[in-house]
C-alpha cells in the first residue's frame, strides 16, 4: 500500500518514469489487479503512449467485474487519439450510460471537435457545464466548438479558459495587468500559437492602435513583417524566449495575449473586415501567371496525413499552362522531381525556408494565385490580399469554419473535401477546372 502511495505521488506529480517504474513493481506481485492496470493505462494516456494505454486499459476492463464509467471514458479516449474513432465512440458512450458526468460528457464531447460537426459538441460541453461549471476543459472545449461554428459572441469569452488549463500561454510581461479595452493606454501584447494563427490575430491590431499605443512581441520570424506593415508599431520577436528583458526598459500599461483581442474586436461575422493587412515587396515575376502551390500542411501525424494532397495528385492542376513556384517549407525535392520526370516544372526559392518571414512574403505577394493545402501560407497569403484556394478536409480547424467561408480573408476561398467521401481527388479536379477557367477568362478579355 505504501509503495503505490508512493507511485501515485509521482503520478500526481508528473514524474511519470519514477511512477512507472514503482507501478511496474506493484504489477510483478499484482498482475491482474484491474485498478493498478486502469491507473497504468491512464498514465500512458497522458504520456501519449496510446498502444500501451490501449492494451492496460482493456486488461483492466476484462479483470473488472463491473466495467468503470472512468476506464471507459479513459479507453475511449485513447481509440481516439490512435485514430480509431468507431471503436472510441463505443467506449465513450457506454461511459456516459453508465456515469453522465462532466468528465465522461467532456471526453465524449471532444468527439465533435474538428469533425465538422460542431453543433453536436456544443450540446453535450452545454450539458457538461450544467453538471460542473468550473470544469476548465469542457469550457475550453466549448469554445473550440462555438470558434467553428461562428458563434463569435460568445465563443472568445469561453476562449480564456485556455489559459487555466494550460492550453494557452499567459505571458506575465513586466506583472502587468491584462488589458481590459480600455482606450488610450499602452498595451504589451504577445503573440500565441503558430505562425499563422499569429498572422491571422495580427488583423486586430490596426483597430487597437486606432485607439492605443502597442508594443507586440511576436514570433522572431515575424518581426521583420509586421514591422513593415504596421507603421509605429514597437516590435520584439521574443515570445519564444522563456527570458525577456524589453519589459524593463518600455513603460507600459496592460499586457494581453493577441488571441484574446477577438472578444474586443471579432465579436460578430459583421466584425470581420477580411480586407488585407499585411505589407510586402515583391520579387520579379515574367508575364505568366504564376501559381504558389503547398501540398502538405501541419507538424502532428495525425494532423499531417489530413491536411496534405500529395503533388503526384496535383495533375489536372498542373496541366494548365502556368508558372508553378513551390510555397512548400519541407523538405520536397524528392516529389518536385517526381513530378518534373512527367514533364511538369516548379520552380524553387529558397526564401521560402527563409528564418525572416519577410522574404517568404516577398514569394508569396508576387503569385497571381496561391493553391494550397491548410498551412500557413493561407494565411500569409490572405493578409497579403493574394488571391488563395484552399484545399480543406472536410474536418478542419476552427479557423476555416464547418462551413461557409473563411471570414478572416476575402481573398481566401475554400475547396471543401465531400462530406460524405472524404476523398482529395474531387477536390483537385474542382481545383484545376476553376484555374483552367479562369485562365480562358483572362486570355478572353485580353482579346
Known amino acids: 500500500m505504501e509503495l503505490f502511495e508512493e507511485a501515485t505521488k509521482y503520478h500526481v506529480a508528473g514524474d511519470?518514469?519514477?511512477?512507472?517504474?514503482?507501478?511496474?513493481?506493484?504489477?510483478?506481485?499484482?498482475?491482474?489487479?484491474?485498478?493498478?492496470?486502469?491507473t497504468m493505462g491512464t498514465m500512458y494516456l497522458q504520456t501519449n503512449r496510446c498502444g500501451l494505454a490501449i492494451t492496460m486499459l482493456e486488461m483492466?476492463?476484462?479483470?473488472?467485474?463491473?466495467p468503470p464509467s472512468d476506464?471507459?471514458?479513459?479507453?475511449?479516449?485513447?481509440?481516439?487519439?490512435?485514430?480509431?474513432?468507431?471503436?472510441?465512440?463505443?467506449?465513450?458512450?457506454?461511459?456516459?450510460?453508465?456515469?453522465?458526468?462532466?468528465?465522461?460528457l467532456t471526453n465524449y464531447g471532444s468527439l465533435f471537435i474538428e469533425s465538422g460537426t460542431p453543433e453536436k459538441g456544443i450540446k453535450v460541453f452545454e450539458r457538461a457545464l450544467k453538471k460542473d461549471p468550473t470544469l476548465?476543459?469542457?469550457?475550453?472545449?466549448?469554445?473550440?466548438?462555438?470558434?467553428?461554428?461562428?458563434r463569435w459572441d460568445t465563443a472568445w469569452d469561453e476562449h480564456e479558459w485556455g489559459f487555466?488549463?494550460?492550453?494557452?500561454?499567459?505571458?506575465?510581461?513586466?506583472?502587468k495587468p491584462v488589458w481590459d479595452g480600455t482606450h488610450g493606454k499602452t498595451v504589451a501584447v504577445y503573440g500565441e500559437q503558430g505562425i499563422g494563427d499569429e498572422i491571422m490575430f495580427a488583423s486586430m491590431l490596426p483597430e487597437m492602435m486606432?485607439?492605443?499605443?502597442?508594443?507586440?512581441?511576436?514570433?522572431?520570424?515575424?518581426?521583420?513583417?509586421?514591422?513593415?506593415?504596421?507603421?509605429g508599431l514597437t516590435c520584439y520577436g521574443t515570445r519564444e524566449d522563456e527570458e525577456v528583458f524589453w519589459p524593463e526598459k518600455e513603460d507600459?500599461?496592460?499586457?494581453?495575449?493577441?488571441?484574446?483581442?477577438?472578444?474586443?474586436?471579432?465579436?460578430?461575422?459583421?466584425?470581420?473586415?477580411?480586407?488585407?493587412?499585411?505589407?510586402?515587396?515583391?520579387?520579379?515575376?515574367?508575364?505568366?501567371?504564376?501559381?504558389?502551390?503547398?501540398?502538405?500542411?501541419?507538424?502532428k501525424a495525425g494532423r499531417v496525413q489530413r491536411r496534405t494532397v500529395p503533388l503526384s495528385w496535383w495533375k489536372s492542376i498542373l496541366n494548365n499552362d502556368c508558372e508553378f513556384i513551390s510555397l512548400q517549407y519541407t523538405d520536397c525535392n524528392d516529389e518536385i522531381a517526381l513530378v518534373e520526370r512527367l514533364g511538369y516544372t516548379i520552380k524553387q526559392y529558397p526564401e521560402i525556408?527563409?528564418?525572416?518571414?519577410?522574404?517568404?512574403?516577398?514569394?508569396?505577394?508576387?503569385?497571381?494565385?496561391?493553391?494550397?493545402?491548410?498551412?500557413?501560407v493561407v494565411h500569409l497569403a490572405g493578409a497579403l490580399g493574394v488571391p488563395c484556394w484552399v484545399m480543406t478536409p472536410k474536418a478542419p480547424a476552427w479557423r476555416y469554419q464547418s462551413a461557409g467561408g473563411m471570414p478572416w480573408y476575402k481573398s481566401v476561398r475554400l475547396y471543401r473535401q465531400p462530406p460524405k467521401e472524404g476523398t482529395w481527388i474531387p477536390v483537385v479536379e474542382r481545383v484545376g477546372f476553376d484555374l483552367s477557367e479562369l485562365l480562358n477568362s483572362r486570355k478572353q478579355a485580353v482579346a
Not at 17 to 37: I, S
Not at 259 to 280: M, N, W
Request: aromatic share 10%.
Open 71 to 104: 476506464v471507459l471514458s479513459n479507453l475511449g479516449l485513447a481509440y481516439k487519439y490512435a485514430g480509431l474513432h468507431d471503436k472510441s465512440r463505443s467506449y465513450l458512450e457506454r461511459s456516459i450510460k453508465i456515469n453522465p458526468s462532466a468528465e465522461t
Open 164 to 175: 487555466k488549463i494550460g492550453q494557452r500561454i499567459d505571458r506575465k510581461l513586466g506583472n
Open 252 to 299: 507600459f500599461d496592460y499586457r494581453i495575449s493577441i488571441g484574446s483581442l477577438g472578444k474586443f474586436y471579432r465579436r460578430s461575422r459583421e466584425s470581420f473586415p477580411g480586407t488585407p493587412y499585411l505589407k510586402s515587396a515583391s520579387i520579379p515575376k515574367s508575364d505568366k501567371f504564376r501559381v504558389g502551390i503547398s501540398w502538405t500542411g501541419g507538424q
Open 353 to 376: 525556408k527563409a528564418e525572416d518571414y519577410s522574404e517568404t512574403a516577398k514569394i508569396v505577394q508576387s503569385c497571381d494565385l496561391v493553391i494550397t493545402v491548410c498551412t500557413s
Open 136 to 150: 476548465g476543459l469542457a469550457h475550453w472545449n466549448y469554445a473550440l466548438s462555438l470558434l467553428e461554428s461562428g
Open 210 to 231: 486606432k485607439t492605443n499605443k502597442v508594443i507586440l512581441e511576436c514570433h522572431t520570424r515575424l518581426k521583420s513583417l509586421f514591422e513593415n506593415s504596421f507603421p
Open 16 to 38: 511519470f518514469v519514477k511512477a512507472e517504474e514503482l507501478y511496474d513493481q506493484l504489477l510483478t506481485q499484482n498482475h491482474n489487479h484491474p485498478g493498478l492496470l486502469a
Open 60 to 66: 483492466a476492463l476484462e479483470k473488472s467485474k463491473k
